[in-house]
C-alpha cells in the first residue's frame, strides 16, 4: 500500500458534462475526505466519510456533486453538469478514526472545464 | 468557526537561512497540522501537534494553546524546501471530521 491514490491525475471537460474521480485511500484508514483547492487558495473541505457512511458535507458540495464510498474502501466524487467555476483541484485524504494519527493525502486530481 | 492566518504568503530566502512561517487560530483546537505542497499539487503531511514542540530532520515546528499560535521553522533551508507550506486545524466543534486551511506561505529558497 503506498498511500492515497487519485485518479486520474487531470481531466479536461467541456461545460455540462459530468466528471467522476476516483480515491483509494489507505486500506486500514477508516475516514476518506475530499477537499477542493483553487489557485492561490487553501484547500476547502467538501466532504468526509467514516466507513462507508458520509458523516459530513459542506455547504459548497452543491446539488450537482455527490460522493459515494459504498464498500467502505475507496470514494467516487461526481460533478454533473459542470461549469467552469468547478476548474480547481479536488484532493482526496484519509485518516484513522479522528485523523488520530495525521492525515494521507493524494496528488489529487486537477479539473479543467472549458 | 475556526479562521486561519498565515504569514508571511510569501517568502524568499537564501540557501542556509532559517526560516519562520507563522499561523495564527480563533477557536480553541485538539491538534494543529502543518503540511507542505509541492508544485503539481501533492501535499505531504509534515506535523500534527497539540502541545510543546516537534522536531523532525531540519523541520521544527512548534505551539502555543494560549497563544493560539503555531510557527514552522526551517533551519539550513535548502532549495529543495521551495514549496507551499499550509497550516491547518479542525473545523467543527473541535472534531476531526474536517480541517480548516490557511492560504499557505510559498517559500522559494535561492541558491
Known amino acids: 500500500d503506498t498511500g492515497v491514490s487519485q485518479d486520474p491525475r487531470h481531466k479536461i471537460t467541456k461545460r455540462g458534462q459530468n466528471v467522476t474521480f476516483r480515491c483509494d485511500p489507505i486500506?486500514?484508514?477508516?475516514?476518506l475526505y475530499w477537499y477542493r483547492q483553487t489557485l492561490g487558495q487553501g484547500p476547502e473541505f467538501l466532504t468526509y466519510?467514516?466507513?462507508?457512511?458520509?458523516?459530513?458535507k459542506s455547504r459548497l458540495l452543491s446539488d450537482r456533486f455527490s460522493a459515494e464510498r459504498p464498500k467502505g474502501s475507496f470514494s467516487t466524487l461526481e460533478i454533473q453538469r459542470t461549469e467552469q467555476g468547478d476548474s480547481a483541484m479536488y484532493l482526496c485524504a484519509s485518516s484513522l478514526v479522528e485523523g488520530s494519527y495525521g492525515y494521507t493525502f493524494g496528488s489529487g486530481t486537477r479539473l479543467t472545464v472549458v | 468557526k475556526n479562521e486561519v492566518e498565515q504569514s508571511p504568503q510569501n517568502l524568499t530566502a537564501q540557501e542556509g537561512e532559517f526560516i519562520t512561517i507563522n499561523c495564527s487560530y480563533s477557536?480553541?483546537?485538539?491538534?494543529l497540522h502543518w503540511l507542505q505542497q509541492h508544485p503539481g499539487g501533492g501535499i505531504v503531511s509534515l506535523f500534527m501537534l497539540s502541545s510543546g514542540k516537534k522536531k523532525h530532520g531540519r523541520l521544527i515546528a512548534t505551539i502555543n494553546i494560549q497563544e493560539k499560535h503555531s510557527s514552522l521553522h526551517i533551519t539550513a533551508s535548502h532549495p529543495r524546501d521551495s514549496a507551499v507550506y499550509i497550516c491547518?486545524?479542525?473545523?467543527?466543534?473541535?472534531?476531526?471530521?474536517?480541517?480548516?486551511f490557511g492560504k499557505g506561505t510559498k517559500l522559494s529558497v535561492k541558491p
Open positions: 466519510f467514516q466507513n462507508e457512511a458520509q458523516l459530513e
Open positions: 491547518a486545524v479542525p473545523g467543527s466543534g473541535g472534531s476531526q471530521g474536517n480541517l480548516i
Open positions: 477557536v480553541g483546537i485538539s491538534a
Open positions: 486500506s486500514e484508514h477508516n475516514r
